[in-house]
């Protein structure tokens, strides 16, 4: 029997790569309530950036109370080689390290009141892995994308057993993307009973400066004109937790959602919970959705990679065309040509334990159109892992791919994904290594600009004291 098991496990573990986009969780969530105390330090280590080397020194502190918390940081980046042409200022310091708002904002790396799920959350910070809702409008948002661009987003959760909401905003300096989720439980008002796990929501979000089209400056100036055309997408949810048992609980749903001035769709999914019966708290989570769709409908169309897509639609990220591709345009031009409703589906896996290890994936496919009103095969595919051995070493890997068709195949070669990998030599001294995706906006001289991918790779040094 435990010979059976643990091939079980193996396979679920080997299968959760394979059935592999983004995945709703949050491998530090469950136990990110009980940290307490302050702690100062400092970092040293070199970067690699694209074909550029530079020296980084951090300096940071973070204080966490019962509810409270919040944490500040200080970074300071020297070039030491410099083959990429970056800007500087004083020969030595990248120019749009402090050239910006936002640099100054982002000392505050985050600061929070409460925790995700209970009944007042309050989030200023680095947007990763967000998903409101279902995660059919937004769902898998990340808000590091962009080189030189920090960006500090705020989240707001109000849940109680009868009504609630989750508030979403993607930066303060401003912000693009607003909106969030309203919900109530109908049944739970009247009485306590097995009809108080219907919830029925709405959704409203918006890209408030969503870019309709981008064209290069004239006079032989720097730079980009871009015309703003507000981007709008309501939708209307119903879910109901059909089990609860001990060691299972299933819930269905359905998304439906009507993008502004273009298309609707439908999702239709079931949300499981395996809690296993072991000594250690294990769980296995799956969902599973079906799609249905017009043909200018996207599915979680504030995505992973919104933040290039918004301007550069389809891997335009080095743009043959006089004018890039907004995703905004892209729907409203290409996509509204097609004549029949496509379908999709998404499936992702988790095996967790909790504070120790974690590894899941999903497998996302979409039949959209291209700008030739052609039905074409969309893909995104995501695979990560977090683990914590023997009490000092972790590591924490996250990859997504995406493949748009025909004419967007550069962006199978151009995944986003962090990784890191940390040694704790006692509660004082670690070290570790970390690499990570960014795109940087090039904007050539009277020409619309074009974003270049750069791997960021660093190994280095970390100091620090624990009160």
Request: aromatic fraction near 20%; hydrophobic fraction near 35%; include cysteine.
């Amino acid at each position: 029997m435990k010979r059976l098991l643990k091939i079980f496990l193996f396979l679920l573990i080997l299968s959760s790569f394979f059935n592999a986009g983004a995945v709703d969780f949050h491998p530090n969530e469950a136990y990110s309530r009980f940290k307490r105390g302050m702690s100062f330090g400092g970092a040293l280590f070199p970067t690699y950036q694209g074909d550029s080397m530079l020296l980084e020194l951090d300096l940071y502190g973070s204080f966490e109370f019962s509810m409270l918390g919040f944490g500040v940081g200080l970074p300071v980046r020297f070039i030491l080689k410099n083959d990429d042409d970056i800007p500087t200022t004083g020969g030595a310091f990248p120019k749009e390290d402090w050239d910006d708002a936002r640099d100054w904002v982002a000392i505050l790396n985050y600061f929070h009141y409460g925790h995700s799920g209970d009944m007042f959350y309050f989030y200023f910070g680095e947007q990763k892995n967000r998903y409101v809702g279902n995660g059919s409008i937004v769902g898998a948002y990340y808000g590091d994308l962009r080189l030189y661009h920090p960006q500090r987003g705020v989240n707001l959760e109000i849940n109680t057993d009868y009504a609630g909401l989750d508030f979403f905003m993607d930066d303060v300096t401003p912000p693009n993307v607003i909106g969030g989720r309203v919900y109530v439980k109908p049944i739970s008002f009247l009485k306590e009973s097995y009809a108080n796990n219907l919830e029925i929501g709405a959704s409203y979000f918006a890209d408030i400066f969503a870019p309709d089209q981008i064209t290069g400056k004239s006079d032989n100036d720097y730079g980009r004109e871009i015309t703003d055309s507000k981007f709008q997408i309501f939708g209307f949810d119903l879910s109901f937790r059909l089990l609860a048992m001990k060691y299972y609980q299933l819930t269905l749903y359905t998304d439906m959602n009507k993008i502004v001035d273009a298309g609707f769709g439908m999702h239709f999914g079931a949300k499981h919970k395996l809690m296993l019966p072991t000594s250690t708290d294990m769980q296995i989570l799956s969902r599973w959705e079906v799609r249905a769709m017009e043909p200018d409908y996207i599915p979680s169309y504030f995505n992973t990679f919104y933040d290039i897509e918004r301007e550069y639609y389809k891997g335009q990220s080095n743009s043959t065309f006089s004018t890039p591709t907004t995703k905004s345009r892209y729907l409203s031009s290409y996509a509204g040509r097609g004549k029949d409703w496509t379908a999709g589906y998404y499936l992702d896996l988790v095996f967790d334990i909790t504070g120790t290890f974690s590894i899941g994936g999903s497998f996302e496919h979409n039949k959209l159109y291209d700008h030739e009103a052609k039905k074409y095969n969309n893909y995104q595919i995501n695979v990560f892992t977090d683990i914590f051995l023997f009490d000092s070493l972790a590591i924490d890997f996250l990859m997504t791919f995406q493949s748009l068709g025909e004419d967007g195949k550069r962006l199978k070669n151009k995944p986003y994904y962090r990784a890191s990998v940390t040694y704790y030599l006692n509660r004082y001294f670690s070290f570790g290594a970390g690499a990570d995706s960014k795109w940087y906006l090039v904007e050539p001289r009277n020409d619309v600009g074009y974003y270049d991918y750069y791997n960021c790779f660093s190994i280095g040094g970390f100091a620090g004291v624990r009160f």
